[in-house]
């Protein structure tokens, strides 16, 4: 797979690319003891860097993963944030509170 077996997609509050799932039987899915260990640890985390290289959107780390397959030297290291993705109940708040959708109040 192109991501490493990584499904990633942009958060909707602040744009910040996050892990929607790991795909079973990938590099991914072996970073920690078990699959779902991996999913239970980093499925919704935000990925923050990539070999050193700080990455925000979704396409930062899409193109950052193709610099590391088209290279194919070398280990790397991918940093994730602590912060999960809001649920659906706290990202509604979370617009409301910053009149994300309503710019002209």
Same mark, same amino acid.
């Given at each position: 797979? !192109?991501?490493?077996? $990584?499904?990633?997609? &942009?958060?909707? @509050?602040?744009?910040? %690319? $996050?892990?929607?799932?790991?795909? %079973?039987?990938?590099?991914a899915?072996?970073? $920690? ?10 499925r ?5 860097a ?5 990455v925000? &959107? &979704?396409?930062?780390? @899409?193109?950052?993963? %193709?610099?590391? #397959? ?7 290291d991918? *940093?994730?944030? !602590? *912060? #999960? #993705? ?10 409301? *509170?910053?009149?994300? $959708?309503?710019?002209?109040?």
């Amino acid at each position: 797979s !192109p991501t490493f077996g $990584f499904s990633v997609v &942009t958060d909707d @509050l602040n744009n910040r %690319a $996050f892990i929607s799932d790991i795909k %079973a039987r990938s590099s991914a899915s072996k970073l $920690f003891s078990s699959p779902k260990a991996t999913n239970n640890q980093l499925r919704g985390a935000y990925i923050i860097a990539i070999d050193g290289n700080p990455v925000f &959107t &979704t396409a930062d780390v @899409l193109d950052a993963f %193709a610099r590391l #397959r088209s290279a194919r030297s070398r280990p790397f290291d991918i *940093e994730f944030a !602590p *912060e #999960r #993705r809001m649920a659906a109940s706290q990202l509604r708040t979370a617009l409301q *509170e910053h009149d994300i $959708f309503n710019p002209d109040s």
